[in-house]
């Protein structure tokens, strides 16, 4: 059991690059999300599914998309990198839709120049 | 501002003594979760207390839950320097909504 797993570990970007975060997870888990951390800052969501093909916005949703084909990939599109998207970037997931414990991915870290 | 906010920022302590960090939250909540996060790795998820439990165990870690004040604790006994890391606490609104973490606790253990 992999668990979460993300891809790259580190990316860095120049001004208006696109690029696609990969998540994956083996658990079988409907409840998926993508979170960024900011220094000293808490996580904030930005999109998050609640199975495949059902996908919404969460708290900072602007610049990024997503979509769910399967169960298990939820990858996140950065469709015009800037440099206030340089950020760590955890993707999660769930068995159940939002009161479940979360397991967490190792996270990739963005640098936008 | 957020849902749950960690209190204190930072914490400084010796092995051995208990730490106790506290969150305090908003609105009406499902559960609260405490997750840990070691530098540079994601999070790990260490307790989860429901909205009509008041206290739970596991291992060293003692979380309390106080509806009335709307705010937590989380107590870790006989500290240890593995025990350094940053610790968050989560907010479920209920079924169907999203979590929402507070600003985390760093927390050193010297040894």
């Known amino acids: 059991n992999a668990g979460v797993t993300q891809t790259p570990k580190f990316q860095v970007l120049k001004t208006g690059q696109s690029m696609t975060l990969q998540c994956a997870q083996d658990m079988n888990h409907e409840y998926m999300s993508w979170y960024r951390q900011d220094p000293g800052m808490g996580l904030r969501l930005i999109h998050y599914?609640?199975?495949?093909?059902?996908?919404d916005q969460g708290e900072v949703p602007n610049g990024y998309n997503v979509s769910r084909s399967t169960t298990e990939d939820f990858p996140l599109r950065l469709l015009s990198a800037a440099p206030s998207q340089t950020s760590v970037y955890f993707c999660?997931?769930?068995?159940?839709?939002?009161?479940?414990?979360?397991?967490f991915g190792p996270g990739t870290r963005l640098t936008v120049l | 501002s957020q849902q749950g906010e960690e209190d204190p920022q930072a914490l400084s302590i010796q092995e051995g003594e208990n730490a106790t960090m506290n969150c305090s939250y908003k609105?009406?909540?499902?559960?609260l979760q405490w997750y840990r996060q070691n530098s540079g790795r994601g999070l790990v998820h260490l307790i989860l207390?429901?909205?009509?439990?008041r206290e739970k165990h596991s291992g060293r870690l003692r979380v309390t839950l106080d509806t009335s004040k709307k705010s937590s604790s989380l107590l870790i006994t006989a500290s240890r320097a593995a025990d350094t890391a940053s610790y968050f606490c989560?907010?479920?609104?209920?079924?169907?909504?999203?979590?929402?973490f507070g600003p985390g606790t760093r927390l050193s253990v010297l040894p």
């Open positions: 207390i429901r909205s009509n439990e």
């Open positions: 609105t009406s909540i499902n559960n």
């Open positions: 989560a907010t479920a609104l209920g079924y169907g909504q999203n979590f929402v």
């Open positions: 999660a997931s769930s068995y159940g839709t939002g009161t479940d414990t979360q397991y």
């Open positions: 599914s609640v199975g495949a093909g059902i996908t």
